[in-house]
């Protein structure tokens, strides 16, 4: 599967967007303005997310990441103002080691919480997915 370039750019009826396996990477202005995506779960695989991929889904309010992810570029997520949280399918050092560039301060001022197929032991912020396959928080 690939996506190309500014595929669902100013697309204005996606809501709710559960990307296929396969692909490894989201493009370039490829969800720009997509004015009404409230949530993208993006597939384990994904190692980059290009520049403006996101930028002004301004009704963007949970992101899933995987823990493939190597690379967030300039203005991934610019002007998501309404991104709340960040659901990352690794731990928490795996998140701290994904290249995150400037202007994607939307996407690091989230709550950010960790996965956790078990409930955890310790306090923290970790999440699972329940049995209609939405994440939720432990």
């Given at each position: ?48 997310i ?13 992101v ?21 949280a ?53």
């Open positions: 599967s690939v996506l190309n370039v500014s595929s669902f750019e100013e697309c204005r009826t996606l809501e709710i967007l559960k990307l296929n396996p396969g692909i490894t990477s989201i493009p370039y202005r490829c969800f720009f303005e997509c004015e009404k995506l409230i949530t993208s779960d993006i597939p384990e695989g994904v190692t980059l290009e520049e403006n991929a996101y930028a002004s889904c301004k009704a963007l309010q949970t899933v990441l995987p823990s493939t992810l190597k690379t967030v570029e300039d203005s991934a997520f610019l002007d998501c103002s309404t991104l709340v960040v659901f990352f399918r690794g731990t928490e050092e795996q998140f701290n080691e994904v290249e995150i560039m400037k202007n994607n301060d939307k996407l690091l001022n989230a709550n950010i919480y960790f996965y956790s197929e078990t409930k955890p032991e310790t306090e923290g912020n970790f999440w699972h997915y329940d049995k209609s396959n939405t994440p939720i928080l432990w």
